[in-house]
């Protein structure tokens, strides 16, 4: 009897004194019921606690997104670029649109007609742009230039979207054939 009501009291003992600890958590028993194991983009995985860093499989495109251009900006590069096509019909939309963009970022250097006599060839900031007559270009290389700039001009692919780009190859285009007129 003297044993039995010391065990009582060793078990009220350690129960009390394991379930104290509030902060740390306690045995959980299958824990992926409870913490899913697909994890939080950039969280912590439920089972281990370890960083996730999930990545995008290389080469997946974002809903209502669009291929990456992955055409080198190489000598190569520009030759492969002439092969590709406007996606985009010519509309006046689009041409209204890509009017719109080239004057705000491409008629300061190029000029409004395309002449290559824009505001900053004027106040000879920039030399040697062309006038877009007296260049053998075509919608994919004019696209391929936004992409990854030439010589003296920077790449504009940062500022303009996919659809903008060629909406503005669109404009380019036209000005290219009212200057041989
Ligand atoms: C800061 C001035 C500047 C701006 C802004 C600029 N360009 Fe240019 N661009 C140049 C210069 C300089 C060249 C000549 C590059 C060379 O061939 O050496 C050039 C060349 C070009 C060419 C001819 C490329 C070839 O293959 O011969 C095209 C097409 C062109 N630009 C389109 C654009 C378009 C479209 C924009 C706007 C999105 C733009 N540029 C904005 C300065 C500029």
Not at 105 to 120: I, R
Request: with cysteine.
């Amino acid at each position: 009897m003297k044993n039995f009501k010391l065990i009582i009291a060793l078990v009220t003992l350690t129960s009390i004194i394991s379930c104290n600890d509030k902060r740390k958590p306690q045995l959980q028993y299958m824990p992926d019921m409870y913490v899913s194991v697909p994890y939080d983009v950039n969280g912590v995985d439920g089972v281990n606690g370890n960083p996730v860093n999930l990545k995008p499989v290389a080469g997946t495109i974002a809903r209502g997104g669009h291929p990456a251009y992955d055409i080198p900006d190489t000598n190569e590069g520009y030759e492969l670029s002439k092969e590709n096509l406007n996606p985009l019909e010519v509309t006046e939309e689009n041409l209204a649109n890509g009017k719109a963009m080239y004057e705000i970022y491409c008629a300061t250097c190029h000029g409004k007609k395309g002449d290559g006599n824009g505001v900053l060839s004027q106040r000879e900031k920039f030399s040697g742009i062309p006038n877009y007559k007296d260049r053998d270009i075509n919608a994919g290389t004019i696209y391929h230039v936004i992409m990854h700039g030439k010589n003296l001009m920077g790449s504009h692919a940062s500022q303009v979207t996919y659809t903008e780009r060629w909406q503005i190859v669109q404009y380019v285009e036209k000005l290219r054939i009212d200057l041989a007129k």
